[in-house]
């Protein structure tokens, strides 16, 4: 089993970069093959929009960069997670235009009925386990509900059987990370 992990933490974000390892570990641990990318190291570009990853270049992004490794490991991973700050509820900056730049390639130009909504269908025609890490200063509980909910409609567009997500404050000791990331991937059936 394969697991993306896109890490979209700022520099200095340590108990981020901190939950991305022991991600790792945990992933590991459970004989399982995890891709840790740190997103603020890579070559990103914005999306443009242009669509030629839907009728160009169908699942290739034409911007040269290095969204295009991401799409490959996207597109054979059994379980996508996400670890970003949160922004007004939503995701950094970072992830997020990592994000726009590996789905829309994944997804097929098409739409059908997905739990009674119409969505676009996955490229290898299966859909993805979601993990989201979230990072804030302090409980914010509105923040944290808005970041679970945009965590559960990108699941309903990857076609993924569940979503799970935690939220971790900057005052968390290493041993509290552990436990979090622990709970996060029990919940998710991870074994």
């Excluded at 990853?53 to 969204?67: N, Q």
Aim: with cysteine; net charge positive.
């Amino acid at each position: 089993m394969k697991a993306l992990i896109f890490n979209g933490a700022f520099e200095g974000q340590t108990n981020l970069d901190q939950a991305g390892d022991l991600l790792v570990e945990e992933f590991k641990r459970l004989k399982w093959e995890p891709v840790l990318v740190r997103l603020r190291d890579m070559n990103i570009r914005e999306c443009v929009g242009c669509f030629n990853c839907w009728v160009k270049t169908p699942g290739l992004c034409s911007t040269a960069d290095d969204a295009k490794e991401l799409n490959r490991h996207l597109s054979q991973s059994d379980l996508f997670a996400l670890i970003t700050p949160i922004r007004f509820g939503g995701y950094g900056s970072i992830l997020k235009k990592a994000m726009e730049r590996t789905v829309l390639p994944n997804l097929l130009p098409f739409m059908e009925f997905h739990h009674g909504e119409t969505h676009h269908p996955t490229r290898n025609g299966k859909g993805i386990k979601l993990l989201g890490i979230g990072g804030l200063r302090a409980a914010d509980p509105l923040s944290e509900q808005i970041f679970e909910e945009i965590l559960r409609r990108n699941t309903l567009n990857l076609h993924g059987p569940i979503h799970r997500s935690t939220v971790l404050y900057e005052d968390l000791t290493v041993q509290q990370l552990k436990a979090r990331i622990r709970d996060l991937v029990v919940r998710a059936g991870v074994n």
